[in-house]
């Protein structure tokens, strides 16, 4: 049963997609990566230096750069 509360997936206005639990992403190159935390925020914008993961650098990034 889907928990509306506590959803498994939130895209962030301007910033990365937050996973709550456990997965594994696959990035643009085919490599997979577990997650480790509670929740993990994926990178959106395509300029963390640690992809697939946000490293925070939307936050510096214009507008129209924004994911
Ligand atoms: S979404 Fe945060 S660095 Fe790309």
């Not at 997936?9 to 997650?35: F, I, K, N």
Request: net charge neutral; with cysteine.
């Amino acid at each position: 049963m889907p928990d509306f509360d506590h959803p498994d997936v939130v895209l962030c206005p301007g910033g990365p997609l937050l996973l709550r639990g456990e997965h594994v992403v696959q990035d643009a190159e085919g490599r997979q990566h577990r997650t480790t935390r509670p929740v993990s925020a994926v990178c959106r914008c395509g300029k963390s230096t640690d992809q697939p993961w946000c490293d925070g650098t939307h936050k510096v990034l214009p507008d129209k750069l924004k994911p």
